[in-house]
């Protein structure tokens, strides 16, 4: 194998597949990116068994053929070689090193078998459709922050994609939940995935579906199975398996009858958080919020440094129901106020039960957060 492949395109495709590579090297394979050179395109996969990343990117060269080299190690090298270099690839038989060199540079790679690098098929996947990058962005965007971390509760490590309702009226949803706090955002539903069925995203496919998102695409195709999803995104092919598992049925824990309504903007109100939490450097202590007529006192309390307390008044407030007192973890807070741009629904009906959070400028999301004693 031998061939010569432009720097910045290697290294924009090697952006997209070596976090996917299995660095832990449980199975060293799994630690190495798949190279294939054939005609004028060299492809590159990276598989960790569970998602698999394929892309595909210009070349040019006499001899065609194929080899895996460490993924981790590859980026690296081509990362810090200077822009608009060309990178010359040389594999003379099977078990030798891969010879790369760029201007006067020269390094040799270890390379493993071919026939060990593991294909993960993605089988029958009946259902295809199309959605707008910005579409696919807002949905991940709104509701990854509540990906749950608790590996004993699978089902939550990741997102919720479904479609909810029936005809004209059905939305595709998308809702991650950690037991704190829920996210729940809906968009029109694409042609083609009206009769989808529910399917759970992991948390790493959402990460690397988030890079590809931002390198221009206009659209992603998207075709899914009850066991295994796909992205087609310009030159690059994500495939992954799915979450085995039932989501929880999170309408259930959605308040109707909250009737205390605050309306406060958004910077206002953030900046506000922010400053009263830094007095404490435990990140589970709860931040209390205390409201009377169109006036919000944010308040905390630190043991080693006392109170910090700040008002917000009728310039930044709107609150006309009966007084109220409710604890929330700061870092909640600042997680569902991050996704927000002007003014910052809540809607509350005592200071025990949960609490609905809106984006006023943004209705098709919904967030709940439980509250905390204070």
Avoid: W
């Avoid at 590159?44 to 394929?54: G, K, N, P, R, S």
């Avoid at 958004?266 to 205390?290: C, M, W």
């Avoid at 609490?355 to 400028?361: K, N, P, S």
Wanted: net charge negative; aromatic share 6%; proline share 7%.
């Amino acid at each position: 194998m031998k061939f010569t492949v432009d720097r910045t395109l290697l290294q924009r495709a090697l952006a997209h597949i070596h976090s996917v590579a299995e660095k832990r090297n449980t199975i060293p394979i799994l630690a190495n990116v798949l190279l294939n050179f054939e005609g004028s395109t060299l492809r590159l996969t990276a598989t960790d068994m569970e998602i698999a990343v394929v892309e595909e990117i210009a070349a040019e060269g006499p001899t065609p053929g194929s080899t895996t080299v460490p993924a981790s190690v590859l980026f690296e090298i081509v990362r810090k070689l200077p822009d608009g270099i060309s990178i010359e690839f040389n594999h003379p038989e099977s078990d030798a090193p891969l010879k790369l060199q760029a201007g006067r540079y020269a390094t040799n790679l270890n390379v493993l078998p071919v026939d060990d690098f593991p294909a993960m098929v993605a089988g029958d996947l009946p259902h295809r459709f199309v959605v707008p990058a910005a579409t696919l962005k807002g949905l991940i965007d709104r509701t990854k922050f509540a990906i749950s971390t608790e590996e004993t509760r699978y089902y939550l490590n990741g997102i919720y994609f479904h479609v909810a309702g029936s005809g004209p009226a059905s939305t595709l949803r998308a809702v991650a939940t950690d037991g704190h706090r829920l996210a729940r955002v809906e968009a029109d539903v694409p042609a083609g995935a009206e009769n989808m069925p529910g399917v759970i995203i992991p948390r790493k496919t959402i990460g690397e579906l988030r890079k590809l998102l931002d390198e221009g695409a206009a659209d992603i195709e998207i075709s899914l199975s009850e066991t295994r999803i796909q992205f087609g995104a310009g030159p690059v092919l994500l495939t992954s398996k799915l979450i085995d598992g039932t989501f929880p049925e999170y309408e259930r824990v959605i308040p109707k009858g909250n009737d205390r309504l605050l309306r406060v903007g958004k910077k206002d109100f953030a900046a506000s958080v922010a400053r009263v939490a830094a007095i404490s450097t435990e990140r589970s202590r709860p931040i209390k919020l205390s409201l009377t007529t169109n006036l919000l006192t944010l308040s905390a309390i630190s043991p080693d440094q006392g109170v910090a307390q700040e008002e917000l008044d009728e310039n930044t407030v709107t609150y006309d129901a009966p007084p109220i007192e409710i604890g929330f973890q700061a870092r909640y807070l600042t997680d569902i106020t991050d996704q927000i741009d002007v003014e910052v629904e809540f809607a509350f009906a005592d200071s025990a039960a949960p609490t609905l959070v809106r984006d006023t400028g943004f209705p098709s999301a919904l967030y709940v957060l439980m509250p905390m004693r204070v």
